[in-house]
């Protein structure tokens, strides 16, 4: 452990972090029979009912080939309702129904526990420079994610 730089052991802890998150929430959402990525898409309409599956996509982090099985999958449930676009009869438009807000209801009060025990953890200060860390970590791993290279043209061939 010695040779291990502080740079890896804090990404350890930051994944080790990231993994007790998602495990809290997927045990708690569970309960609901939601997924991660179906409850960011009920709590992505819930704010901003009426969207495309290529909008959701983008908001939940996942492919818009991913977005459209999670979509079909919550129609059958009755959580979303999809309706043609009145703007492009090809783009599906969802939407919450009744039952989706339940669920969400529901799910949101399980998931926001975690913050509310954060909030008891964590004085006022600490919780403000908590995030502040965070943030910044963030944008440090955002820098330092490498970029696929631009490919070069293809050049036409010469006569």
Same mark, same amino acid.
Do not use: W
């Given at each position: 452990? @010695? ?13 080790? @972090?990231?993994?007790? /998150?998602?495990?809290?929430?997927? @045990? %708690? ?18 704010? $901003?009912?009426?969207?495309? !599956?290529?909008?959701?996509?983008? %908001? &939940? ?9 999670? /979509?079909?999958?919550?129609? %059958? #449930?009755?959580?979303? $309702? *999809? #309706? ?13 129904? $009744?039952? !989706?807000?339940?669920? /969400?209801?529901?799910?949101? =009060? ?5 913050? #509310? ?10 919780? *403000? =420079?908590? &995030?502040?860390? /965070? $943030?910044? @970590? ?22």
């Amino acid at each position: 452990m @010695a040779d291990v730089t502080a740079e890896e052991y804090l990404c350890t802890r930051i994944r080790r @972090a990231e993994q007790a /998150l998602m495990a809290h929430h997927e @045990a %708690a959402l569970r309960t609901y029979g939601l997924t991660m990525t179906q409850y960011t898409v009920l709590l992505t309409l819930s704010r $901003d009912d009426g969207m495309s !599956g290529a909008q959701l996509a983008r %908001a &939940c982090g996942v492919t818009q080939q991913s977005m459209a099985t999670v /979509l079909t999958g919550m129609q %059958a #449930k009755g959580l979303i $309702d *999809r #309706k043609p676009s009145p703007v492009h009869a090809k783009v599906m438009i969802a939407t919450l129904t $009744d039952a !989706g807000r339940h669920h /969400l209801n529901g799910a949101y =009060q399980e998931v926001n526990a975690l913050e #509310k025990a954060f909030i008891d953890t964590f004085t006022p200060a600490e919780h *403000r =420079q908590f &995030c502040d860390l /965070l $943030d910044r @970590a963030t944008e440090t791993l955002i820098e330092q994610t490498p970029r696929p290279a631009k490919s070069p043209s293809p050049r036409p061939p010469s006569t």
